[in-house]
């Protein structure tokens, strides 16, 4: 069973992973590494079968999502 502990091995690949996913800027990879980190937590608290890869793309999945929301929120209050 995969470990359910958040390695420096399994931070710098969420760096990665974010960084191919098109996040250009430090400070906002710090934060989505941070967003994306506690969610993998906070998932393997309550359902320990999903694996890092399940955790780490349903939290990306779910954060550009509710960005994509708010992007379009914003623009529809500024029309």
């Not at 960084?19 to 800027?25: R, T």
């Not at 708010?70 to 623009?75: E, G, K, S, W």
Request: aromatic share 12%.
């Amino acid at each position: 069973m995969e470990s359910r502990i958040l390695t420096q091995i399994k931070i710098r690949k969420i760096y990665q992973f974010v960084q191919q996913n098109g996040v250009p800027y430090i400070d906002l990879q710090h934060e989505l590494v941070d967003h994306i980190a506690g969610g993998i937590e906070a998932t393997w608290t309550v359902d320990k079968t999903k694996t890092f890869n399940q955790c780490l793309y349903e939290k990306y999945d779910k954060f550009k999502f509710e960005n994509e929301k708010n992007i379009l929120y914003q623009t529809s209050i500024k029309s």
